[in-house]
């Protein structure tokens, strides 16, 4: 067993506080506007949508936030999850580079969005409410929150984008497992779904549209609220449990990273990942930071830093963030967690000051990178996650060619067993793929 590294942390290695950035940044966030006023949005406004704790954890200074004893039962579950060395990843891209991936697929629901569903129905729950209404793209993030609704007694509702609630079923099976009920998005049964159907160029809907159905339903309702699955600075908190094992386990390795990667649909497990590494960098390790996104989709990579909607019809807080334009309908790719036309306002942030780097992948190259994965590491990739092991190996070729021994680290956000069929054409196109000459002469190594 030479070959492999396999790093597990006991439970009582599981971190009891989440990490709030907020406290160590050299710099002010721009505040989140009322989109009816555009005025700096107070914290009752918000409760028209979320609950209390939720709204006073996503404008919290505090550096670290105690993790509730409930929610670390659940994690206890699937947490802490396992950092493992690539070998047959590297030995086959004949890299120096050393890389090892986090992986948040073991999950009761397949991905890291466990991680804030559960804390999201706790503080619901414990604030009296009901009810959770949400979006979802693929459909992870609506498994994870019926699965966490199921454990604290919710009700949940989800908007399933209308392009993924056809070309995957299985997710609407296991939403329905855990007693989520589902519909398409966009539908008949909200004003917001009826507006944008009208227009047919919509129908294929979005994550955007998705939002602006699961929030009417909630809006200034007191047992009823919207939950988020992405994007906002108490979700990118949740998820800081992925990056504090991370640091514990490179320590136990006596490794310093030197590329930290992960694919950016709204910039949860991304967020989650480097956060604890993006202080450190604020005290001198140089370390640089690849936020991999769909071509079809690129918020951080082509869009605008301004103030923009979360939502296609304009109900959530205007966040400054990069974006594609609300109104933006990406194309109906198989990520379907990353068809976002907005970008995580911390994340944006940190594009602008020149920390996070964006890269914008082609499908084709994130599903090659994906079947590679698959047959040496063994692990079907979700295919949000293959736009991270993408990153990951145009590095490590890039290591390979500049001899350099560089330790990277992706986060390989969910597990693709039930996106078997969106790998198909890739297969068809690329038996090819396990022949590295092939793969070097393709835009695997191109920018
Ligand atoms: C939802 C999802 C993503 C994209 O969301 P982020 O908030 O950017 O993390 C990525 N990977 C998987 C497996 C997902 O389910």
Same mark, same amino acid.
């Given at each position: 067993m030479k070959k492999r590294t396999v790093v597990n942390l006991k439970s009582e290695e599981l971190p009891r506080s989440w990490y709030n950035i907020k406290a160590d940044l050299p710099f002010k966030m721009d505040p989140p506007l009322n989109p009816a006023t555009n005025e700096v949005i107070n914290p009752e406004d918000m409760m028209a949508i979320f609950p209390k704790s939720i709204v006073e954890q996503e404008m919290s200074e505090e550096r670290f936030i105690p993790i509730p004893e409930p929610v670390l039962d659940e994690y206890a579950v699937?947490?802490?999850?396992? @950092?493992?060395?690539?070998? *047959?990843?590297?030995?086959?891209?004949n890299t120096p580079a050393r890389i090892y991936y986090k992986y948040e697929g073991n999950s009761p629901t397949g991905s890291h969005k466990t991680n804030t569903a559960i804390a999201q129905a706790y503080y619901n729950k414990t604030d009296g409410i009901t009810e959770l209404t949400t979006e979802t793209g693929a459909g992870q993030w609506?498994?994870?929150?019926?699965?966490?609704g199921r454990k604290f007694? @919710?009700?949940?509702?989800? *908007?399933?984008?209308?392009?993924?609630?056809q070309s995957k079923p299985m997710r609407q099976h296991m939403?329905?497992?855990f007693d989520g009920t589902v519909?398409?998005?966009p539908g008949e049964n909200t004003e917001s779904g009826r507006n944008f159907l009208k227009d047919r160029k919509n129908f294929s809907g979005s994550l955007g549209m998705a939002i602006s159905e699961a929030i009417e339903i909630v809006l200034n309702s007191k047992t009823k609220k919207y939950s988020l699955g992405s994007v906002l600075d108490h979700v990118l908190l949740h998820q800081t449990v992925i990056g504090l094992e991370v640091e514990k386990q490179l320590e136990m390795l006596g490794e310093k990273p030197s590329s930290i990667i992960g694919c950016h649909g709204g910039g949860s497990n991304f967020g989650g990942t480097i956060l604890p590494f993006v202080k450190r960098t604020f005290n001198g390790d140089d370390i640089e930071f690849i936020a991999c996104e769909p071509e079809s989709c690129p918020s951080l990579s082509k869009g605008e830093y301004r103030y923009d909607s979360g939502d296609s019809a304009g109900f959530t807080p205007l966040l400054k963030m990069y974006t594609l334009g609300r109104e933006f309908v990406p194309p109906a790719i198989h990520a379907g967690g990353l068809r976002y036309h907005g970008a995580a306002p911390l994340i944006s942030r940190l594009v602008k000051e020149g920390i996070v780097t964006p890269i914008a992948f082609p499908q084709e190259e994130t599903f090659r990178a994906g079947l590679l994965f698959a047959t040496t590491e063994g692990i079907i990739p979700a295919p949000e996650s293959c736009h991270a092991i993408a990153g990951a190996v145009r590095k490590a070729i890039e290591a390979r060619e500049t001899g350099e021994e560089k330790v990277i680290v992706f986060t390989l956000s969910g597990n693709g067993a039930l996106d078997l069929s969106s790998f198909t054409s890739t297969l068809e196109a690329h038996r090819d793929?396990?022949?590295?000459?092939?793969?070097?002469?393709?835009?695997?190594?191109?920018?």
């Open positions: 699937f947490r802490p999850s396992p @950092l493992i060395r690539a070998t *047959f990843l590297e030995e086959y891209l609506g498994s994870a929150l019926s699965y966490a007694g @919710l009700t949940v509702r989800v *908007f399933m984008v209308r392009n993924s609630f939403m329905r497992m519909e398409p998005s793929v396990l022949n590295f000459d092939k793969l070097r002469e393709s835009s695997i190594v191109e920018q």
